[in-house]
């Protein structure tokens, strides 16, 4: 999710707001960007990351190819449980704010497919296990399951743009569909959205990411990732998976 909020950011229609006006306003908990890339060494954007909580971030370069009104679109990145799940609710929070600002809100969904985020998650937690310590090995298939379908039911309220980075190789087609909304009728062509999509991959490449110099949120993927889970602790669970399979399939229109 940071690496797609972090390409959007690239996009020179769009600003990250300094303080956490609109994210208050959405009713959102949790943090505007990970602790894990905040406060690096190449940090010099200051920002609110939460209500009364500052931090700097990366600033990354924005594309100048692309002759678009500029900081035309406020960005926010947030995850299902930053609205506890309940996507009729966060919804009446869109229109609120629609109707309370004048702005529009478009949402884009960020997915990818489910035993990858499984695995993801349970990679980070054991390199710090601090990391979500409320969730058992046996609890992240149900969470992520939790998060798909609220998103699920959040598209089904207020339809948006659906982007499945499973595969950073096939991102092409929807992150010109991403530029092309993003510049909102400007005369762009496709040989202008690809060249910002070749920038954009460029500055969010992994390998070049600092991360603060406590984290480990960056790390080796489990070679496995298998489906029966770290230690077999998902072979009862494989209902969920599915389940959360599923979701993911209606997100993406397989």
């Known amino acids: 999710s940071t690496l797609l909020y972090d390409i959007v950011r690239t996009h020179p229609a769009t600003v990250l707001e300094p303080l956490a006006l609109s994210w208050t306003a959405l009713g959102l908990t949790g943090r505007r960007y990970p602790v894990a890339f905040s406060n690096t060494p190449d940090a010099e954007l200051a920002v609110e990351v939460a209500p009364g909580i500052g931090a700097t971030l990366p600033r990354l370069p924005e594309y100048a190819g692309l002759a678009v009104q500029p900081n035309r679109w406020g960005v926010e990145k947030a995850h299902a449980q930053f609205f506890d799940f309940d996507a009729s609710a966060f919804a009446a929070k869109l229109h609120e704010f629609e109707s309370s600002t004048g702005r529009a809100v478009t949402v884009i969904y960020g997915v990818r497919q489910p035993l990858d985020a499984m695995w993801s998650m349970i990679e980070y937690k054991r390199r710090d296990p601090a990391w979500y310590n409320f969730l058992n090995n046996e609890d992240v298939p149900r969470f992520i399951l939790q998060s798909l379908s ?49 920038h ?35 072979k009862a669970l494989d209902d969920v998976i599915r389940s959360a399979e599923q979701a993911h399939a209606e997100m993406v229109g397989l």
Do not use: C, H
Not at 153 to 175: H, M, N, R, T
Not at 206 to 228: I, N, V
């Open 150 to 198: 609220a998103m699920r039911e959040l598209s089904g309220i207020w339809p948006g743009l659906v982007i499945d980075y499973s595969d950073i190789a096939l991102l092409s087609a929807p992150l010109r569909s991403l530029g092309r909304l993003l510049s909102n009728g400007a005369d762009v062509t496709d040989a202008n959205l690809d060249e910002w999509i070749d």
């Open 200 to 234: 954009a991959l460029r500055a969010t490449k992994r390998d070049q990411r600092e991360q603060s110099q406590s984290s480990q949120f960056l790390g080796e993927r489990d070679p496995s990732r298998d489906r029966d889970g770290p230690d077999g602790s998902w």
